[in-house]
């Protein structure tokens, strides 16, 4: 399972890490509540997310601001994250308008994530693109192992700016903010898995649809693959692209499977033990080459 660090910039502390604000709303609020809604649908893909705060604090110590800033480095750094992303919104002279991607250095896979977000969020909001910055967040996001220094992949997001009335129009709408949280959550899906990870039926992906479907009727997937490790994870991909690159859920070696797949009319089980659900497709061996080898005479049968 990946693990990934959600960071809602800033906190409802006075004099200490507050952030900007505009028309009545305020950056600590609005980017929290696009992190709790990106968290939710991050999750149905299996991937573990930490939040570094929750509330109006930081989940730590946060009496000023570079002490919140350490706090939220050391919660990704502690717990050797795979992906750090820090969710803000902007400010500048209520003219200038639209979202911007911050990345500390360019070349590695801060860079990679961050052209995977940056045109979804260009859906929304005019692009400003990727900037090299030297925000705390970004450098100081890293680990020891050993004696080696890992640098965890970081993002920060300013998502657009609160002091530009249409800008903040946006941002001001639930609506737009689940777009926003869906956009994070799929970019976070295709940095991972490589793919268009979730789900697509006429052109609406499961993250969307499952967060319309919430009201009375039951969402069920089409197809889903549930692939049991990562050693398993070429033969998932290869049924997934020709599955109108369905869900792909990995169990991780565990014997619990996401909710949603389960609910699939069609599930494809890539490696491990069975499930013994309705609808189930098997295509296992003792070694991944033996799967890959069940899943070969799957196609060509």
Not at 41 to 56: A, F, P, W, Y
């Amino acid at each position: 399972m990946y693990t990934i660090v959600l960071d809602a910039g800033h906190q409802s502390i006075p004099n200490a890490d507050t952030g900007c604000s505009g028309f009545g709303i305020h950056e600590e609020d609005i980017v929290l509540d696009i992190c709790k809604r990106a968290k939710s649908l991050i999750e149905l893909n299996n991937i573990k997310v930490i939040m570094t705060r929750d509330g109006t604090k930081v989940n730590g110590d946060g009496s000023s601001l570079n002490a919140s800033l350490n706090t939220r480095c050391k919660i990704a750094n502690d717990n050797k994250v795979d992906l750090f992303l820090s969710c803000h919104c902007d400010a500048f002279n209520s003219q200038a308008y639209g979202t911007t991607c911050h990345i500390f250095g360019t070349g590695g896979n801060s860079e990679r994530f961050a052209k995977i977000l940056s045109p979804l969020m260009g859906k929304l909001f005019y692009n400003r693109g990727i900037k090299v910055s030297n925000f705390q967040v970004l450098r100081n996001t890293e680990y020891k192992v050993g004696d080696k220094t890992i640098s965890i992949p970081a993002v920060l997001l300013e998502t657009a700016f609160l002091d530009n009335k249409d800008d903040n129009a946006k941002l001001a709408d639930p609506n737009a903010r689940q777009e926003i949280a869906i956009n994070i959550a799929k970019s976070i899906c295709v940095y991972f898995f490589g793919v268009d990870y979730v789900y697509k039926d006429n052109n609406i992906s499961t993250i969307q649809t499952i967060n319309n479907n919430n009201q009375g009727s039951e969402f069920k997937m089409d197809c889903c693959i549930v692939y049991f490790s990562s050693a398993d994870y070429s033969s998932a991909l290869i049924l997934s692209n020709l599955n109108k690159s369905c869900a792909m859920f990995c169990r991780n070696a565990s014997p619990s499977v996401n909710s949603y797949a389960l609910k699939s009319k069609k599930i494809i089980v890539v490696g491990g033990p069975k499930l013994n659900v309705s609808g189930e497709i098997y295509l296992s061996g003792n070694l991944a080459s033996d799967t890959l080898i069940a899943v070969s005479n799957y196609l060509q049968g």
